[in-house]
């Protein structure tokens, strides 16, 4: 048997997040394309306007989606005014707040599109410049407060999309000044493979990071809520426990054991960390002689190693009642 818990809402959320930044980057790319007024090949003109268009509406879909699902996540929960509010957040406020201010100009730019038709073109194009801004806070903010953000496919998205925009941009203004184009293509490239590099630099040096309960812990001592069941047979038995530590790190745990008399004859164990969904699958090593507890050894996908002891006390029907996890590395 195995665990089956799966925290949905924290990886909507993440989901979510990680597609607006991909359409916020492609959204901004066909817009450095349309300012240049050059045709792509096999790609008329109205086409890349089409989907630079539908491509901001997409955006602006995930990054709903990005924080509805933030708003009911129950590991680190937002107040609605954190939501809003910039730089309020008790979890990593700086790289938070960024993010909540590029949303917040991204909706005043999508109410300028609207009323485009009752402003001045000229006017409507100084807030649109506010998209680079958008992009930037996003870039920012995914590579501070992403969970996944050490990720090599994460970190893979966001160095192509950082050298594209980064290396577009350059481009672009060296050749609105009247620069060669070949000036402006080297330095479109220097600029994009510089800030592209910046990018896992900054990630690694882990700048700002700060939130107040812990991250797939390596060792925490938490209560254990639950059930145990236990099937006895003639000369082999099951017991099976699911639960659930809260506290300082929110695990969810599963332990199946099949036993004889004096021995354990095959064991499972598995500890899934909310809401990263790293799972520590490993055995159970030592049932307690009074029955109440046992200890186990799991290993995490990095190949850290952990040793978790779970202990209760006796009560009636399958409820653990006043049951503790504690973890600790190996």
Known sequence: MHLTANPIDWYAARA????????LSAVVVAGLSLSSKRNLPHWPRFAVEDVHRF??????????IHVATIAIDAYLPFSPLSLVVPFVSTYRPLWVGTGIVATELLIAIAVTNRIRGEISHRTWRRVHYLTFAVWAGATVHAVGAGTDRRTPWLLAIEIVAVGAV????????????????RTARVTGAVVAVALAAAVPAFT???????????????????????QVQRQNGVTRGIISLAGSGSGRQRVLVRADLLIAPSTLLATSFQMEYLPSGATCNGSV??????????????????????RVTATWQAGRGTTLQGGVLTTQPL
């Open 285 to 306: 090593t030592r049932i307690h002689s009074d029955g109440l507890g046992f200890d186990s050894r799991c290993r995490m996908p990095n190949g850290a190693r952990r």
């Open 16 to 23: 979510g997040g990680i597609v607006a930044y991909v359409l």
């Open 204 to 226: 690694l040096a882990d700048v700002g990071v700060k939130h107040r309960r812990a991250w797939n812990a390596a060792s925490f001592t938490d209560r254990l809520d639950g």
């Open 166 to 181: 980064s290396g577009l941009t350059a481009w672009r203004i060296l050749v609105a000044r009247g620069g060669s184009p």
């Open 55 to 64: 491509g901001g509406l997409l955006t602006g879909t995930f990054i709903a």
